[in-house]
């Protein structure tokens, strides 16, 4: 994959200038811009004032006596009446038994919450997903901020690797130190352009592991680990083959998949009648 070891070659024989964009599959493409053009037609609307300036200029000339009481007791009542519309809970892509889904796999968990919250959130991620670092730059803090730190959330994140670049760069958010997981994570997705798309890949991944504390031997250990890539393929092979994960990012929230990047208000929909 990135010249490191011959194994690591034979498991997943794919150039190093495969582009990012593959990682994520189209449904989840149609599905995010789907979700955008809704967002945007609400506010398309709002030239809807047109219609009161126009009544306002004859409502000015009739007399002055009659518009200085009603007036300004009709003009509150008018500016209240636009409120924002909510935002409404996308519909589930399936159902899921989340007993399966919690079920202890070949790595150890990497959660985030309260063990006991009372909504769970399963996240399959590609390290190479455009979609998945815009996720993660835009809308996990404000998750994160809402719901997993006051309790309400416990978030699982998991790996789906796309491509071989995207498993390198999560088996070494694995070696790293459990406390570094997700701040790596945060990283590799923030450079995400920098490593992705670089010609080489090998190179770009290790000077993010040096910020890390990764050295030369401790970097080229954990990329020819073969029994973590094992692993690392065998979570995507469970999500695909038994929890209908096709594309990313995908949601699994207490038993309901919801493929595709949501913004914090579209989660907010789906969590807060489950609180």
Known sequence: MFRLTSRLTAAAAISLLALT????SDSSEEKTEAAGTTETAAPAETPAPAEPTAAAEPAATPAPAETAAPAQTTAP?????????????????????????????????????????????????SMTCPHCADFHENNFKPLKEKYIDTGKVRFILREFPFDPRAAAAIMLARCAPEPQFFPMVDVLFSQQRTWATASDGREALLQIARLAGFTQESFEACLTNQKLLD?????????????????TPSFIINGKRYPGNMSIETMSAIIDPLL
């Open 21 to 24: 964009l593959t990682a994520c």
């Open 77 to 125: 009542a008018q500016t209240t009446a636009p409120a924002t519309a909510a935002v409404e809970a996308p519909k589930a892509d399936g159902d899921v038994d989340m007993a399966k889904v919690l079920e202890p796999g070949p790595l150890k968990e990497m959660a985030l919450g309260e063990e006991n919250a009372p909504v769970t959130i399963v996240e399959y991620m």
């Open 231 to 247: 692993d690392v393929n065998a979570v995507r092979t469970k999500a695909a083959d038994q929890f209908g994960i096709q594309s």
